[in-house]
């Protein structure tokens, strides 16, 4: 069933679209992710245009990961906290993406700048978390169960103006969280994404937070920095496709429900490794098109104005 999408200019199947949105969604209940990051490049191979892509999808993201945050918080796995004090980086990232979003778009380099991004940044997460999850499965399996972690002391604990953080069972500098916000809300402005696939990681290595309390945590900070990111491209911009946001929207809801039951019957190292074969088989996509069809970034034409 073919609709035509009004700002985008494209005819899509619906089906295809709803079929979308469910996917994304249970990656997002599954792994605390936005899953803009797969849906985006998705929405690009279908024939969306990129600023349309990247607004509309900060707008699916929201639905998807507050029908998340619902499922965690019954579960009791969401630190508000520390959610606040990722969300206070966030918005003034997502504030500085626009502006550099904005300022691209009006050179006409915005396809090129989203798909790097998503290359490189994929490429080092990926690699860097799949890397940590083997480790960690292969100690599970010596020891016949997860390793007990010590808490070492690192950097981030040496740092100023430190704050609890009870759920997480952390006492650390919020410096550290103001930082990871602010990349990841410049991120979710310029590439379309909640951001995920950066704090999660990040949550994990840098703050040294339960991997259980992550998954939550991420999906209420995602939920506020997209929609600011929307509401700032819809004002700017006028690239909010709603026709298909509500469509993606409608798959969303339902796949993160799904996901989130599935994400607690698996091991926290099970997850992790998931998420990383993910990151990086989306990376590898988007490398080979960059690689193999110069003609749609560059074309040379005759001579003449």
Not at 99 to 111: E, H, P, T
Not at 175 to 183: A, D, K, R, S, T
Not at 232 to 238: C, D, K, W, Y
Not at 283 to 305: I, N, Q, R, T, V
């Amino acid at each position: 069933m073919l609709i035509y999408l009004p700002i985008a200019e494209v005819s899509v199947n619906a089906f295809l679209l709803l079929g979308l949105g469910g996917v994304v969604g249970v990656l997002s209940g599954m792994f605390g992710v936005g899953g803009g990051f797969l849906m985006t490049p998705l929405l690009f191979f279908i024939g969306i245009p990129p600023a349309v892509a990247v607004a509309t999808e900060a707008n699916q993201i929201v639905a998807s990961s507050f029908s998340g945050v619902l499922a965690h918080l019954r579960r009791r796995t969401v630190d508000l906290r520390m959610g606040c004090v990722l969300l206070a980086g966030g918005l003034v990232g997502a504030g500085l993406g626009v502006l550099v979003f904005n300022y691209l778009k009006s050179l006409g380099q915005v396809d090129l700048l989203v798909k790097l991004c998503y290359v490189v940044f994929l490429g080092v997460i990926g690699a860097l978390m799949f890397v940590e999850s083997l480790r960690a499965l292969r100690r599970s399996r010596k020891t016949g169960a997860p390793p007990a972690k010590r808490r070492q002391r690192t950097w981030v604990h040496t740092l100023p103006f430190k704050m609890k953080f009870r759920t997480s069972g952390l006492y650390i500098s919020v410096i550290p969280p103001l930082i990871v916000g602010l990349i990841v809300g410049i991120l979710a402005a310029i590439m379309g994404v909640g951001g995920g696939f950066i704090m999660v990681p990040a949550m994990i290595y840098i703050l040294g937070m339960p991997t259980k309390v992550v998954v939550g945590t991420s999906l209420f900070q995602i939920i506020f920095v997209t929609a600011f990111t929307t509401l700032l491209h819809a004002t700017t911009n006028f690239t909010v496709d709603m026709v298909l946001a509500v469509l993606l929207l409608v798959g969303g809801v339902i796949g993160a429900q799904i996901g989130t039951v599935i994400g607690t019957r698996l091991k926290a190292e099970q997850l992790r490794i998931l998420l990383a074969i993910m990151v990086l088989a989306v990376c590898g996509k988007l490398a080979l098109d960059l690689l193999l069809e110069p003609s749609e970034l560059y074309s040379l034409g005759a001579g003449g104005h």
